[in-house]
């Protein structure tokens, strides 16, 4: 196999899986009131989920939930891909324990990527500005409209103090824990209407 073949077929597999990838993140939402009341359910036990996974594993992580302007989770993020690789999940943003909304994140990376993977993702609002900002947004990405700061695990097992003063923390979650090498940079989050 020559060269030019052997990156024609990298590239078209990567295109197809970013066909793919995007085929499955359209949707043209719940078609029955029945439908969007089974989703907004689906997703709040996958939240409550993953919150309890959270506050189990990360000490202090309960306070400073309790300290946030509000928490926007996404449970299962799913990402796959060959040299083209997406994300997308569905969540919500909860305020002083109530859901307040329903939101989608979108994310694609381009290089050498292989696989798939299922993910929590977990950001927490610390001040009024940050959860201001991103409630009022018709379309928020992290790292551009906002920075979100990936939580650090301290030597004693607690969160890292300088980690907790930021305006947006986030957490990401596999099964087998804490990912400290993740970025949710350039992931777009809009609103759901459920």
């Known amino acids: 196999m020559n060269r030019r ?12 899986v970013a066909t ?21 359910q689906e997703i709040d036990a996958g939240v409550d989920g993953a919150l309890n ?16 302007q509000g928490i926007l989770v996404f449970p299962r993020v799913i ?3 060959l040299v083209v690789a997406g994300e997308y999940g569905d969540g919500a943003l909860r305020t002083k324990g109530a859901t307040v909304g329903y939101y989608r994140t979108i994310s ?7 696989g798939g993977q299922s993910k929590a993702v977990i950001m927490m ?19 551009v409209d906002g920075s979100v700061a990936l939580a650090k695990i301290g ?11 930021q305006p947006v923390i ?20 809009s609103k759901l209407s459920l």
């Not at 694609?108 to 292989?114: C, N, V």
């Open 170 to 189: 986030g957490f990401v979650q596999t099964n087998a824990g804490l990912m400290f090498d993740a970025s949710l940079d350039g992931s777009k989050i």
């Open 125 to 143: 609002f610390m001040t009024p500005e940050a959860y201001n900002k991103f409630v009022q947004s018709s379309g928020w990405t992290a790292g």
């Open 79 to 81: 990402g796959g891909g």
């Open 5 to 16: 073949h052997f990156v024609t077929r990298v590239t078209g597999s990567g295109l197809l």
């Open 20 to 40: 793919a990838f995007a085929a499955g993140c359209t949707t043209t939402g719940p078609k029955t009131p029945e439908d969007a009341a089974a989703k907004r």
């Open 108 to 114: 694609a990376s381009f290089g050498f990527t292989a």
């Open 155 to 165: 030597a004693n097992g607690k969160l890292d103090t300088v980690t907790a003063q």
């Open 53 to 68: 996974r959270l506050y189990a594993s990360v000490d202090g992580s309960r306070e400073l939930a309790n300290r946030s």
